[in-house]
């Protein structure tokens, strides 16, 4: 059921990949993250429109590059901000009032699998308002002070590592990034966060490993051998 708009905030400058293009724009064999990224979620059945948040000057260049996998009307590029929060903001306002579903994906999380998208909103249209994808957290976590030294160790046994897409009931989403103050930008890393703010409950379901998101080089490379592995 094609009843899911995708909101993309790709506007980032990924400034811990090195200097380049934009983020979303870097190549990952051959082709940009945000295409690898695009392409992933427009195959699944939920999703029907696709809005990304563009960085202002590559408007253009991003219609362009999505050309092959989608293009207006189910495509709409709008302007980033110069926080991902205000970029998914952008995006937020254009989506039509119609619409019930809303997810958020990062372009840096490329290769995002088809089934973890269509996860993600059949849980939201089985009636939970906000729901996130996520992972055991693997490694031992401490604290540590600002001079390099432990002051504990954190039972990992309830943490767990958040990815995207997330999904949130359209008015749910709406009602956060309405709620939420200028002086509060940036503060929170994801939009699950908003919502829990607003005390609503956010359901988790299992992410996967191909959800990585693309941060340092060496990501890059990790990328690259999943999808080889993938395609082989
Ligand atoms: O920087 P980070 O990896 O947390 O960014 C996550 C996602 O948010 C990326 O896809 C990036 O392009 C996007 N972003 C954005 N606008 C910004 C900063 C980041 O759309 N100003």
Known sequence: ????????????RGERLGPGAPKALRS???????VHAVRRLVASQSVAQVVVAA???????VLHLL???????????????????ASVAAALAVVPDDIDIVLVHDAARALVP???????????RAGHDAVIPVLPVVDTVKRVDAHGYVTGTVDRAPLRAVQTPQGFR???LRRAYHEVGESEQGQVTDDAGLVERLGIRVYTVPGSPHAMKITHPSDLQVAESLL???AG
């Not at 059921?1 to 790709?10: E, F, I, K, S, Y």
Request: aromatic letters at 0%; glycine letters at 8%; charged letters at 15%.
């Open 228 to 230: 080889t592995g993938v």
């Open 67 to 85: 050309a092959p996998v989608i293009a207006p009307p189910a495509l709409t590029v709008v302007p980033g901000g110069q926080t991902r929060q």
């Open 114 to 124: 088809v089934e973890l998208v269509d996860r993600v909103a059949a849980a939201v």
């Open 28 to 34: 990952l064999a051959g082709e940009p993250l945000l």
């Open 1 to 12: 059921m094609r009843d899911a708009v995708v909101l993309v905030p790709a506007a980032g």
């Open 170 to 172: 359209h008015q749910v």
């Open 55 to 61: 960085p202002p000057q590559a408007r253009d260049d």
